[in-house]
DNA sequence: CCCATTACTTATCATTTGATAACAAAACTA
DNA sequence: TAGTTTTGTTATCAAATGATAAGTAATGGG
């Protein structure tokens, strides 16, 4: 296996990916957040319950712009912010049920795109799709 | 085939490519340019020669930015216009001795760290990383 | 209890990025 | 050839983002 061209094709694939993903995800998001803000929408709606750590570290965002981001998200009554009962110096993130509407909805939004996207394909597309998922999910982006 | 399984599995994959591509190119690029500046050079890498409409289009970037960044580029040296010889409102950018320097190191820094990330998986592995690729990049990421 | 560390906040500033209006030059079109 | 469209530029402004310094409060280890 030659590994060489295997990073060619790996980084005309994530470039694929990137692209694929912009024009699925494009103009999804409410005009009332940032593009930031959303990405970090979308991190807790993923992964919540998350700290602003984990926001930090995940979505490479340095603590303080983490803490100024997070409070406009609060001030636009998107998240809930939780005092850890244990360590009452953490946090924990969850979405509000405004900031679970706008999520839902946007997610919608895409679904209903990527599904737009496969619709042609067939039975064996969808497997053959699946599995490939698997494998690099498992195997290169793990 | 669960299509809504389907999308939830793209989703975790998607947010998967970003992050392992976020990793391997984090500090890849100089200091002397701005991480749009990197895209764009990174885009007239891979598909040079393009024209100034070519990556508005693709990087969606507004023509006046576009023209901006480029100016920007021209500035530091990193790539060339030149005006086509048929219609003389195209110009074809392509990277200069500079920019392709910049462009190879940077490249080499990420397949050092790509090879690395592969460093353990056994030949079977590999193979199938590359089928899986072939089938996502044609019948997903198209 | 004291000191270091962790988790997070506030304030401030510079830079980058995005958006818009107005323009110029070349090419196409009727 | 006059008007329109295409391709790209310049100028300007506002907003988003990134970086840094300084601070608070809770925790944990001697």
Redesign the interface.
């Known amino acids: 296996?030659d590994?060489?061209a295997?990073?060619n094709?790996?980084?005309?694939?994530?470039?694929?990916?990137?692209?694929?993903?912009?024009e699925l995800t494009?103009n999804v998001k409410s005009d009332s957040i940032t593009p930031v803000q959303y990405n970090i929408l979308e991190y807790i709606t993923?992964s919540q319950p998350v700290t602003p750590s984990d926001i930090s570290n995940?979505q490479?965002i340095s603590m303080p712009n983490t803490s100024r981001e997070l409070k406009k998200l609060s001030e636009k009554n998107l998240i809930e912010k939780v005092t850890d009962t244990e360590d009452r110096r953490k946090q924990y993130i969850r979405l509000s049920k405004d900031g679970k509407i706008m999520m839902d909805e946007a997610?919608a939004f895409?679904?209903f795109r990527?599904?737009n996207?496969?619709q042609n394909?067939s039975?064996e597309?969808?497997?053959?799709?699946?599995?490939?998922?698997?494998?690099?999910?498992t195997?290169?982006?793990?």
């Open positions: 296996m590994k060489k295997l990073f094709k790996w980084v005309s694939f994530t470039t694929s990916v990137h692209q694929v993903t912009h494009q993923v995940c490479h997610l895409v679904e990527f599904l996207r496969i394909a039975k597309d969808l497997e053959d799709i699946d599995r490939a998922l698997d494998v690099l999910q195997k290169l982006f793990y």
